[in-house]
């Protein structure tokens, strides 16, 4: 009976998530066992390469499994009573060296394009700054108005299902980018080490006092997209989640405009009195 319940929420799961996907791309799925849905071409490589690793892997371990179990029947002391004494074999030994070395040359190239492919763009249309704190995260925009803001989670007895709010990962500020535009992003915390990471678009850099890293994304589909800090940073390291809103080139352009009444004047007391503290502390 429980078996049937699980088996049936699943199948529930699997008719309902398409709908689910038109709004929220970046979301963990209930009984959900992949990779999210890859929304940057990022993302795509990630998933590309994931994908031959894994034939790659399960060839190997099948293998294996085999040898193991034709070792076991044909070589146990009932099949094979005079076991053979000689103890060295050239042509074995010279496969088994050479072998995982091709397989390792095929795995190394395209591993060493990704990292190149996710390190940077050249001509980045945009640039998005991100700053990680305990335990939240801030945001600027140098090329909008130097709008800026932080972005706090929203608390359980504030979510708000109409407004599709998610628990644990919905923020108060959401941060708003245009689609199919390679945006740079800089990346850099003002405390401890933070880590900044979203799935479905394939990022996940560390954020790290007094240094900037940098990465860049390209996203390829309107919607929210979810992520979560990756680097241990405190108590509240689980409750400093990221929301990004993708949308259209005019969406975001027109969204800059009001932004900047919103943002601009802002720039928090608790932000300045945070890095003023980090300053000091050098
Ligand atoms: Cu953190």
Known sequence: MRF??????????????????????????????????????????????????????????????????????????????????????????????????????IIVIPSMKLLYFTDR?????????????????????????????LSYMVPDDEIDTAKNQTRLLSTDNVVVLPIDTNIALQVTAADVIHAFALPALGIKIDAIPGRLNETWVRINK????YGQCSELCGKDHSYMPIEIRAVTKEEFEAWTIKAKDEFTS???????NLEFAYLQDQ
Do not use: C
């Open 4 to 105: 049937f319940s699980l088996f049936l929420s699943l199948v529930i799961t699997i008719i309902a998530s398409p709908a689910l996907a038109d709004t929220i791309v970046g979301a963990p799925v209930e009984w959900g066992t992949n990779l999210q849905d890859a929304a940057s071409p990022t993302a795509e490589h990630i998933r590309d390469f994931h994908n031959l690793l894994l034939w790659i892997i399960s060839s190997i371990t099948l293998f294996v499994l085999l040898l193991l179990i034709y070792v076991v029947l044909r070589f146990n002391k009932k099949a094979n009573p005079k076991p053979a004494k000689f103890s060295h074999n050239i042509l074995i030994e010279v496969i088994w060296t050479v072998v995982p070395i091709v397989i390792l040359i």
């Open 121 to 149: 763009t050249e001509n980045p249309e945009m640039t998005l700054k991100i700053t990680g704190y305990q335990w939240y995260w801030g945001y600027e925009y140098p090329d909008h108005d130097d709008i800026n803001f």
């Open 222 to 225: 309107p919607g929210i997209y």
């Open 266 to 272: 802002l720039w928090p007391q608790d932000k300045i």
